[in-house]
C-alpha cells in the first residue's frame, strides 16, 4: 500500500487555480477513443515541468511523448476494466473522500478565524455568570420562559434592586455560588457567587466566550444561549495573557471556627512584618507556610496557567514585577504572600498556530467554514426550501415510529418535496428515512423541537452530498486531481500485472534474458578485505605491528582480549573496482596494510587487503535483482510497442503549436 501511495505521488499531483476553468475544450490529443483536452495536458505540463543542468524547460515534444506512453498503459488498463474492480474502486473513494475535504469549506473563513483566535489570545479575562439551566432539547415555549426570567433578574440588577453577586447567589442554577455545608463543626466552603475567575480562549463554551470578549469591563450581557442554559455574563477585569508563570507563596488556612477576631489575617500580617524587616521570604515559608507541599522548597509552587489558579493570585501577579513580594491577600482557602518568580510569554503566532488548528477541530467554530460554504452553495445552486411539506413529515415521527417492528416503506407515499438544489428534489419520505436511520430506542422528550435540528442538519448534509457529487463539473483542478489519482493507480495495477510481478514470476523469460545479456553482468576486479574496528583505541598500534608482523586475526585477537571488553571488531568485506567505497582509494596489494584516518586525521581503522580477484562473470544469482530491474524495462519496451501498435494516436499539431507558443 505504501509503495503504491508513494508511486502515485511521484506522478506529481496537480493543484490548479480554477481560472482555468473549462478555457477551453480543445482536443490536444486521441488515443483510441480517449481525448486529451488541451488545458488538463498544459496544466499537467506546468506542474511536472523540470527545469534541466543548463537551466531550460523540459522540450514540450519529449513531454508529450512521455505523456503518450503513460496514457497508452492507462487506456489499456481501461479496456481490461481494471477500474471496475472492487478493491480499486473501494481505495479510490478512500482517496476521494479526503481530497474533497478542502472543497467543502471556504478555507478564507477558517484562516480568518484561525487568526482571530489567537488576537483573542492576547488578553485574560475574569468574568461572573448566573445560569438558569435548560435542556438542549427543550422546547421552544420552555426556552421562552428561560429567557425571559433571565431578561428579568437582568433588568432588577441594571436597576439596583440586586447587585450581580447577590443575584447570582439568589438565582444562578449552578450550585458553586452558593455556600457549601461542610459537615460537623467545620465552616461552610464560601461560595464563588457567580465568579468564574480568569479564562482565554477554548476555556468556555464557544457561545460564553464570544459574548465575554464582547463586554466591557462592568457591563452585563443580555441572555446568552448555550448548550448548558442561559447566562448573564458579568465582565469584571481583562489583563494581558501569559502563557504559564511561576510563584512562591506562604500561606496561612483559614481558622478551623469562624469568629470575630480573624486569626489567620493576623498571623498572616505578622509574618509580612518580618519580611518587611529584611527576613528572608523563603526561611519564613519553611517556617510558618501551612502549605506543606511547598514550604520545603521556599514557598515554590509549579507553573500554572490562568485559568488553573484562583483568581486573587492572577489578579495579584498581574499587577506585579518579577521577584516582587505582594501585601497579604485574602482567598477562599485561607491568606497568602506572593512573591512573583517567572513568566512563560504567550508565544508567536507561528508557535501556536498548529496548536489553535488543533483545538478548532473540537470546538463548534471550526463548522464556520462550512456553514459559509453551505450558504455559497445554497446560492449558487438556487436552494428553495417548502416549509409546509417539512412540517407535515415532522408530524408522522410518533411513538409508533420507535416501534422496533415499525416499517419505514409505510411511509413512502409522503413524496411532497421539503427541499430542492439545483434541480434536484428531496422528499419528505427522503427527510423521514434520515431521521429513522438515527432514531433511539424510546422516543425522546420534545421530540419535535429535536427533529427540527435534524431537519436543518439533514439540509446542511444534502447541500454538502450535492457539491461533492459535482464537483468535478464545478472544479476543475478537482477534475485534474482526481483524473490523476485514478490514472495513478491504474497505471500501478496495470504496470504490475504487465511488468512488475511478470519479471519477478516469470522463470524461464527471466534465465533467457540473462544468458542472451550475460556480458552485461560482470564483476570487475574485486578484494577481500578485513577491516579493524577500535573499541579501544589504545590497541591500535599493538594491532598494526602484530598485523605488519603477518600474524592472524585469530592470534590478534586471542592476544587482545581482555576479561570484560574486546577491544576491536573484525569486518570481512569484498569491494569492486570504481565502487564508491572509503577502502576503495587504496592501492590494491595483497597482504598490504593501511591506515584509515577519522575527520580530525587521528588514526581511527586498520584495512588489511585479504585476496585480489581478476573480472569475471557474475552468476545469476548474484546479480538476480539487477536482471530483474532490466528485464522489467525491456518487458516495458516491448509492451510500448503492442501498445502503439494496438491504439491509434492522434496528436493536433494546431493545438500543439500554440502551446509551444504558450511556452516561449
Same mark, same amino acid.
Given at each position: @500500500?505504501?509503495?503504491?501511495?508513494?508511486?502515485?505521488?511521484?506522478?506529481?499531483?496537480?493543484? =490548479?487555480?480554477?481560472?482555468?476553468?473549462?478555457?477551453?475544450?480543445?482536443?490536444?490529443?486521441?488515443?483510441?477513443?480517449?481525448?486529451?483536452?488541451?488545458?488538463?495536458?498544459?496544466?499537467?505540463?506546468?506542474?511536472?515541468?523540470? +527545469?534541466?543542468?543548463?537551466?531550460?524547460?523540459?522540450?514540450?515534444?519529449?513531454?508529450?511523448?512521455?505523456?503518450?506512453?503513460?496514457?497508452?498503459?492507462?487506456?489499456?488498463?481501461?479496456?481490461?476494466?481494471?477500474?471496475?474492480?472492487?478493491?480499486?474502486?473501494?481505495?479510490?473513494?478512500?482517496?476521494?473522500?479526503?481530497? &474533497?475535504? #478542502?472543497?467543502?469549506?471556504?478555507?478564507?473563513?477558517?484562516?480568518?478565524?484561525?487568526?482571530? &483566535?489567537?488576537?483573542?489570545?492576547?488578553?485574560?479575562?475574569?468574568?461572573?455568570?448566573?445560569?438558569?439551566?435548560?435542556?438542549?432539547?427543550?422546547? #421552544?415555549?420552555?426556552?421562552?420562559?428561560?429567557?425571559?426570567?433571565?431578561?428579568?433578574?437582568?433588568?432588577?440588577?441594571?436597576?439596583?434592586?440586586?447587585?450581580?453577586?447577590?443575584?447570582?447567589?439568589?438565582?444562578?442554577?449552578? #450550585?458553586?455560588?452558593?455556600? @457549601?455545608?461542610?459537615?460537623?463543626?467545620?465552616?461552610?466552603?464560601?461560595?464563588?457567587? /457567580?465568579?468564574?475567575?480568569?479564562?482565554?480562549?477554548?476555556?468556555?463554551?464557544?457561545?460564553?466566550?464570544?459574548?465575554?470578549? $464582547?463586554?466591557?469591563?462592568?457591563?452585563?450581557?443580555?441572555?446568552?444561549?448555550?448548550?448548558?442554559?442561559?447566562?448573564?455574563?458579568?465582565?469584571?477585569?481583562?489583563?494581558?495573557?501569559?502563557?504559564?508563570?511561576?510563584?512562591? $507563596? +506562604?500561606?496561612?488556612?483559614?481558622?478551623?471556627?469562624?469568629?470575630?477576631?480573624?486569626? %489567620?489575617? =493576623?498571623?498572616?500580617?505578622?509574618?509580612?512584618?518580618? +519580611?518587611?524587616?529584611?527576613?528572608?521570604?523563603?526561611?519564613?515559608?519553611?517556617?510558618?507556610?501551612?502549605?506543606? /507541599?511547598?514550604?520545603?522548597?521556599?514557598?515554590?509552587?509549579?507553573?500554572?496557567?490562568?485559568?488553573?489558579?484562583?483568581?486573587?493570585?492572577?489578579?495579584?501577579?498581574?499587577? @506585579?514585577?518579577?521577584?516582587?513580594? %505582594?501585601?497579604?491577600?485574602?482567598?477562599?482557602?485561607?491568606?497568602?504572600?506572593?512573591?512573583?518568580?517567572?513568566?512563560?510569554?504567550?508565544?508567536?503566532?507561528?508557535?501556536?498556530?498548529?496548536?489553535?488548528?488543533?483545538?478548532?477541530?473540537?470546538?463548534?467554530?471550526?463548522?464556520? /467554514?462550512?456553514?459559509?460554504? +453551505?450558504?455559497?452553495?445554497?446560492?449558487?445552486?438556487?436552494?428553495?426550501?417548502?416549509?409546509?411539506?417539512?412540517?407535515?413529515?415532522?408530524?408522522?415521527?410518533?411513538?409508533?415510529?420507535?416501534?422496533?417492528?415499525?416499517? =419505514?416503506?409505510?411511509?413512502?407515499?409522503?413524496?411532497?418535496? &421539503?427541499?430542492?438544489?439545483?434541480?434536484?428534489?428531496?422528499?419528505?419520505?427522503?427527510?423521514?428515512?434520515?431521521?429513522?436511520?438515527?432514531?433511539?430506542?424510546?422516543? #425522546?422528550?420534545?421530540?419535535?423541537?429535536?427533529?427540527?435540528?435534524?431537519?436543518?442538519?439533514?439540509?446542511?448534509?444534502?447541500?454538502?452530498?450535492?457539491?461533492?457529487? $459535482?464537483?468535478?463539473?464545478?472544479?476543475?483542478?478537482?477534475?485534474?486531481?482526481?483524473?490523476?489519482?485514478?490514472?495513478?493507480?491504474?497505471?500501478?495495477?496495470?504496470?504490475?500485472?504487465?511488468?512488475?510481478?511478470?519479471?519477478?514470476?516469470?522463470?524461464?523469460?527471466?534465465?533467457?534474458?540473462?544468458?542472451?545479456?550475460?556480458?552485461?553482468?560482470?564483476?570487475?576486479?574485486?578484494?577481500?578485505?578485513?577491516?579493524?574496528?577500535?573499541?579501544?583505541?589504545?590497541?591500535?598500534?599493538?594491532?598494526?605491528?602484530?598485523?605488519?608482523?603477518?600474524?592472524?586475526?585469530?592470534?590478534?585477537?586471542?592476544?587482545?582480549?581482555?576479561? %570484560?571488553?574486546?577491544?576491536?571488531?573484525?569486518?570481512?568485506?569484498?569491494?569492486?573496482?570504481?565502487?564508491?567505497?572509503?577502502? /576503495?582509494?587504496?592501492?590494491?596489494?595483497?597482504?598490504?596494510?593501511?591506515?584509515?584516518?577519522?575527520?580530525?586525521?587521528?588514526?581511527?581503522?586498520?584495512?588489511?587487503?585479504?585476496?585480489?580477484?581478476?573480472?569475471?562473470?557474475?552468476?545469476?544469482?548474484?546479480?538476480?535483482?539487477?536482471?530483474?530491474?532490466?528485464?522489467?524495462?525491456?518487458?516495458?519496451?516491448?509492451?510500448?510497442?503492442?501498445?502503439?501498435?494496438?491504439?491509434?494516436?492522434?496528436?493536433?499539431?494546431?493545438?500543439?503549436?500554440?502551446?509551444?507558443?504558450?511556452?516561449?
Amino acid at each position: @500500500m505504501l509503495k503504491k501511495w508513494l508511486f502515485i505521488l511521484g506522478l506529481g499531483i496537480v493543484t =490548479i487555480s480554477t481560472n482555468y476553468a473549462q478555457n477551453s475544450e480543445k482536443i490536444l490529443l486521441q488515443i483510441g477513443n480517449e481525448k486529451v483536452e488541451t488545458e488538463e495536458f498544459w496544466a499537467i505540463y506546468q506542474k511536472n515541468n523540470k +527545469i534541466n543542468i543548463e537551466g531550460k524547460k523540459t522540450d514540450l515534444d519529449e513531454y508529450l511523448d512521455l505523456f503518450i506512453k503513460f496514457k497508452l498503459k492507462v487506456k489499456e488498463a481501461k479496456d481490461a476494466h481494471l477500474d471496475t474492480n472492487a478493491a480499486f474502486v473501494k481505495e479510490l473513494n478512500g482517496y476521494r473522500q479526503q481530497l &474533497v475535504k #478542502p472543497y467543502l469549506v471556504i478555507e478564507e473563513i477558517n484562516e480568518q478565524t484561525v487568526k482571530e &483566535v489567537y488576537a483573542r489570545m492576547q488578553n485574560t479575562v475574569r468574568a461572573s455568570h448566573i445560569l438558569l439551566r435548560l435542556g438542549e432539547n427543550a422546547t #421552544p415555549a420552555d426556552t421562552l420562559v428561560a429567557y425571559q426570567k433571565a431578561n428579568k433578574i437582568r433588568e432588577e440588577i441594571l436597576g439596583g434592586k440586586y447587585s450581580f453577586t447577590d443575584a447570582a447567589v439568589l438565582f444562578s442554577e449552578d #450550585p458553586s455560588a452558593r455556600d @457549601m455545608d461542610m459537615g460537623a463543626d467545620r465552616p461552610k466552603r464560601p461560595g464563588n457567587k /457567580g465568579d468564574l475567575g480568569y479564562f482565554g480562549a477554548f476555556d468556555m463554551v464557544y457561545p460564553f466566550e464570544e459574548a465575554v470578549f $464582547h463586554l466591557k469591563i462592568g457591563e452585563i450581557s443580555h441572555p446568552v444561549q448555550t448548550r448548558f442554559g442561559y447566562h448573564l455574563i458579568l465582565l469584571t477585569d481583562k489583563i494581558p495573557a501569559f502563557s504559564q508563570a511561576r510563584a512562591a $507563596h +506562604i500561606f496561612i488556612q483559614n481558622a478551623a471556627s469562624e469568629s470575630a477576631i480573624d486569626s %489567620s489575617k =493576623i498571623k498572616i500580617e505578622e509574618i509580612y512584618a518580618l +519580611i518587611q524587616q529584611g527576613q528572608s521570604f523563603e526561611d519564613l515559608a519553611l517556617r510558618y507556610s501551612d502549605d506543606k /507541599g511547598s514550604s520545603e522548597k521556599g514557598g515554590e509552587l509549579p507553573w500554572f496557567s490562568a485559568n488553573r489558579m484562583v483568581p486573587e493570585f492572577i489578579e495579584a501577579i498581574s499587577k @506585579m514585577q518579577i521577584g516582587e513580594i %505582594s501585601k497579604p491577600l485574602k482567598t477562599s482557602f485561607g491568606w497568602h504572600i506572593l512573591k512573583y518568580l517567572e513568566l512563560k510569554p504567550l508565544g508567536s503566532f507561528e508557535t501556536l498556530e498548529k496548536d489553535i488548528n488543533e483545538k478548532l477541530k473540537r470546538d463548534v467554530r471550526s463548522a464556520k /467554514g462550512e456553514q459559509a460554504k +453551505i450558504a455559497q452553495i445554497k446560492l449558487e445552486e438556487n436552494f428553495q426550501e417548502f416549509p409546509e411539506a417539512a412540517t407535515e413529515a415532522l408530524k408522522a415521527i410518533n411513538s409508533d415510529f420507535y416501534n422496533k417492528d415499525f416499517d =419505514i416503506q409505510s411511509l413512502k407515499n409522503l413524496q411532497k418535496p &421539503v427541499f430542492k438544489i439545483r434541480d434536484q428534489i428531496y422528499t419528505q419520505f427522503d427527510f423521514l428515512e434520515f431521521v429513522f436511520a438515527r432514531r433511539t430506542a424510546t422516543m #425522546p422528550p420534545n421530540a419535535q423541537s429535536l427533529y427540527q435540528s435534524s431537519f436543518n442538519e439533514y439540509k446542511d448534509r444534502a447541500c454538502l452530498a450535492f457539491e461533492e457529487k $459535482h464537483l468535478e463539473e464545478k472544479q476543475f483542478d478537482f477534475r485534474l486531481i482526481m483524473n490523476e489519482y485514478r490514472e495513478g493507480l491504474l497505471l500501478f495495477e496495470v504496470m504490475d500485472k504487465k511488468v512488475w510481478s511478470k519479471a519477478s514470476s516469470d522463470t524461464l523469460g527471466l534465465q533467457d534474458f540473462f544468458r542472451q545479456n550475460q556480458k552485461k553482468y560482470q564483476w570487475k576486479e574485486r578484494a577481500e578485505i578485513s577491516v579493524f574496528h577500535f573499541n579501544d583505541k589504545s590497541y591500535f598500534g599493538k594491532v598494526k605491528e602484530m598485523l605488519l608482523n603477518k600474524k592472524t586475526e585469530e592470534e590478534i585477537l586471542q592476544e587482545v582480549k581482555t576479561d %570484560s571488553l574486546m577491544p576491536i571488531r573484525i569486518e570481512t568485506l569484498k569491494i569492486e573496482k570504481g565502487q564508491n567505497s572509503p577502502y /576503495g582509494g587504496f592501492k590494491w596489494k595483497k597482504e598490504a596494510v593501511y591506515t584509515l584516518k577519522d575527520a580530525n586525521g587521528k588514526d581511527d581503522q586498520i584495512v588489511v587487503f585479504r585476496e585480489l580477484f581478476k573480472p569475471e562473470q557474475k552468476q545469476f544469482n548474484q546479480t538476480r535483482g539487477l536482471v530483474i530491474a532490466d528485464y522489467q524495462d525491456f518487458l516495458e519496451k516491448q509492451w510500448l510497442t503492442d501498445l502503439r501498435a494496438k491504439y491509434e494516436i492522434v496528436v493536433n499539431k494546431e493545438a500543439l503549436k500554440e502551446l509551444k507558443k504558450r511556452n516561449n
